[in-house]
């Protein structure tokens, strides 16, 4: 005969002892009714047992984490949620470990599964919708955040995530109000910081810009995309010396083909042409296809064919060549397209 399961020895028990009280009790029911209610108790405490088993389990896992021991803690996690699926912890905590080992796909559904399990779940909302950005979809993202900040409004971080998806979505008039708060709500974040004056310079307040990208600077380690968009700013309100500077100092931490056609513009505005070609050609030395720096140099040369007296025509049939590579690349460029048409004839 076959052995019973472990797992059915409640219930047999429960029969036994109906079968023993049967004989006790005159009346027809007595068996049933006691039989019922001892299904029913010893069901609920079976899965109240789990779910506290389930939760001692997501301790364990989160000791596990601590110890550096992350391939235990996710067969833990896993454990835990086989036993209480509905367990919002669990699923942030493996959410978190798959996003640290660069498993966008897997920890965009961890967190998923948090965020439905518990809509009023700040920590479960905030992550879904920063992993979603990660994985670029950012429409997705907005919407996610939208919700961590119906349930805290002044969250520094979910402020400055979702200014900063509306800005990759080229709204910076939408980023605003929420790239401030994010600034408001924590005012040494040199991050938050960073964000405002890129919105600022979208929205052409350069003043502004440039206040935020100055005490940004102060507050974090200076990155190549804060140095550009701080001279961005500089250059258009024709502070071309500081934009200098301040590209010097990007390309000291990481040589770009943008930094080096950004000199190359500054430079030409102070007239300084010969300067303003050699960063020209150092910005197509790292990439041919930078066509900003294509359009850069073909100007130049152009603006010395014409200083010249026009006498040099190697220097317009140079410049032309540019032009077209720069065309050919990006067709959508009418003044350069006027351009070419003028000096074609020479």
């Not at 996003?99 to 809509?119: H, I, M, Q, W």
């Not at 700040?122 to 979603?132: C, E, I, P, T, Y």
Request: hydrophobic share 40%; net charge negative.
């Amino acid at each position: 005969m076959t052995e019973t399961p472990p797992h059915f020895k409640p219930i047999r028990t429960s029969l036994l002892r109906c079968a023993v009280l049967a004989s006790l009790i005159a009346t027809s029911g007595g068996c049933a009714w006691i039989s019922g209610e001892s299904d029913t108790q010893t069901r609920a405490e079976r899965e109240d047992a789990e779910s506290f088993r389930a939760t001692e389990v997501v301790v364990d896992a989160q000791e596990a984490r601590e110890r550096g021991d992350d391939e235990t803690a996710l067969a833990l996690l896993e454990q835990a949620i086989a036993r209480n699926p509905e367990l919002t912890v669990a699923h942030l905590e493996m959410g978190d470990i798959l996003r640290k080992r660069g498993d966008l796909v897997s920890a965009e559904r961890s967190f998923g599964r948090a965020a439905n399990l518990e809509p009023r779940n700040f920590d479960a909302q905030f992550n879904h919708a920063d992993v979603l950005h990660a994985l670029g979809r950012i429409v997705d993202a907005i919407r996610v955040y939208l919700r961590a900040l119906a349930i805290r409004p002044n969250d520094a971080e979910a402020n400055r995530g979702l200014a900063a998806a509306y800005l990759e979505q080229d709204r910076p008039d939408w980023a605003l109000p929420y790239a401030e708060q994010a600034v408001k709500a924590a005012p040494e974040d040199g991050t938050a910081r960073a964000n405002l004056g890129a919105t600022y310079s979208l929205l052409d307040r350069h003043e502004e810009a440039i206040q935020e990208y100055e005490t940004a600077a102060e507050l974090m380690e200076l990155t190549p995309d804060l140095l550009l968009n701080w001279a961005n700013s500089l250059g258009s309100i024709e502070r071309y010396t500081e934009m200098i500077n301040t590209l010097d100092a990007a390309i000291a931490i990481e040589p770009s083909a943008t930094a080096y056609e950004r000199l190359g513009f500054a430079y030409f505005k102070l007239r300084r042409y010969d300067r303003a070609t050699e960063m020209f050609r150092n910005s197509l030395d790292l990439d041919q296809r930078h066509y900003p720096a294509l359009n850069g140099l073909g100007v130049v040369l152009l603006n010395d064919y014409v200083q010249g007296g026009r006498r040099d025509d190697a220097l317009r049939i140079e410049a032309l060549s540019l032009l077209r590579r720069s065309l050919r690349i990006n067709s959508n460029q009418p003044a350069f397209v006027q351009l070419v048409s003028t000096y074609e004839r020479g």
